[in-house]
C-alpha cells in the first residue's frame, strides 16, 4: 500500500479527552500457583487476549536483563498480571502463550518474544504485534498503544515515565504499576477489537 496516513503528534494527542481505564478492582495481580490455576481457568473460554510484558529495566552498560518479570494478560473486562517468580504462575502463562488457537495481541512484541523465549523456553503461538496490522494499512512504522487509541477512538491514552522504567521485579507492586501495566494490556485489546480483526 503506497498511501500514508498521518498519526497525531504529542500535542494533539494532549488534547483529546482521555481513554477509559481498568480501575484496580478490574484487574487481579496473579503470584502463586492457586491464583495461576484459577487465573487459567478464568481465561479458558477467551479467544483473544490484549497481551504485554514488562521487564525490570537494566542501567549499567552490558548488564543483561533476566526479564520479564511480568506477563499482562487482558479481556474486556478485567486484566491479569502475572508474576513470574514462582515456578507454577510461569508454567500457567506458558500454556496461555503456548495456545495457537488463542490470540494474544499487542504492541511492538518483538523484544517481548525474545524475552519470554529465553526465559519461559516457550514457543509463542497466536501472538500478533499490532504495529504490524497499523504498518500495513499504511501507517508508521510504530503506530504504539497511545497513537492507536489516538487513531481509532479519538482518545489521549497515559503512559506514566514512572511506571515505565520501575522495578518490575518486586515482589510487590506500587497501585500505579498495575494500573500502567494492566491498561497497556488493556488497551491492546480494544485496539484489536476496534480494527475488525
Known amino acids: 500500500m503506497s498511501e500514508r496516513h498521518a498519526t497525531p503528534d504529542k500535542d494533539e494527542i494532549a488534547q483529546l479527552p482521555l481513554f477509559e481505564r481498568l480501575g484496580l478492582t478490574q484487574i487481579e495481580v496473579i503470584a502463586t500457583a492457586q491464583q495461576a490455576t484459577d487465573a487459567l481457568q478464568a481465561l479458558s473460554g477467551a479467544s483473544v487476549l490484549g497481551f504485554d510484558t514488562e521487564s525490570k529495566p537494566t542501567f549499567a552498560r552490558n548488564e543483561a536483563s533476566s526479564g520479564p518479570h511480568i506477563v499482562q494478560l487482558s479481556t474486556l473486562d478485567k486484566a491479569y498480571i502475572f508474576q513470574l517468580e514462582e515456578a507454577g504462575c510461569r508454567h500457567a502463562v506458558a500454556q496461555l502463550l503456548e495456545s495457537p488457537t488463542l490470540i494474544k495481541a499487542g504492541f511492538g512484541?518483538?523484544?517481548?518474544r525474545r524475552r519470554i523465549t529465553h526465559k519461559l523456553g516457550v514457543d509463542l503461538q497466536g501472538v500478533l504485534d499490532l504495529n504490524i496490522v497499523f504498518r500495513a494499512?499504511?501507517?508508521?512504522?510504530?503506530?504504539?498503544?497511545?497513537?492507536?487509541?489516538?487513531?481509532?477512538?479519538?482518545?489521549?491514552?497515559?503512559?506514566?515515565?514512572?511506571?515505565?522504567?520501575s522495578?518490575?521485579?518486586?515482589?510487590?507492586?506500587?497501585?500505579?504499576?498495575?494500573?500502567?501495566?494492566?491498561?497497556?494490556?488493556?488497551?491492546?485489546l480494544r485496539v484489536y477489537l476496534a480494527l475488525g480483526l
Open 109 to 112: 512484541l518483538g523484544d517481548d
Open 137 to 165: 494499512r499504511g501507517y508508521r512504522k510504530d503506530m504504539g498503544v497511545r497513537g492507536a487509541v489516538a487513531v481509532l477512538f479519538n482518545q489521549r491514552f497515559i503512559k506514566s515515565k514512572k511506571a515505565t522504567t
Open 167 to 188: 522495578n518490575w521485579a518486586n515482589a510487590r507492586l506500587s497501585e500505579a504499576q498495575i494500573i500502567y501495566a494492566a491498561n497497556d494490556a488493556y488497551a491492546a
